[in-house]
């Protein structure tokens, strides 16, 4: 439940960053792969640039902070592909 309302502030001048912060805590106690499926998820149909804009920032910083190893790269190709339209 928390996910999609974080998800949703993404891209958010105000809340951004505690948004990242709030989704990046999920990441270690859950797995990033988890917490990026369901980011996926919950803006899979949204088309605010800057909610998309967000995701992608996020899902880099996952990367970086968690390594490639820990994810599901075929969730990251989906989602790029679906919102790309």
Request: with cysteine; charged share 20%; glycine share 6%.
């Amino acid at each position: 439940m928390i996910i999609p309302a974080a998800a949703a502030k993404l891209g958010d001048r105000k809340l951004n960053d505690a948004a990242v912060e709030l989704l990046l805590e999920l990441c270690s106690a859950v797995g990033p792969s988890r917490v990026l499926q369901n980011v996926w998820s919950a803006t899979q149909k949204t088309r605010s640039v800057m909610t998309l804009q967000g995701v992608v920032a996020f899902a880099s910083k996952v990367v970086e902070d968690f390594s490639a190893t820990a994810l599901d790269l075929t969730g990251i190709v989906d989602f790029l592909r679906v919102s790309a339209g």
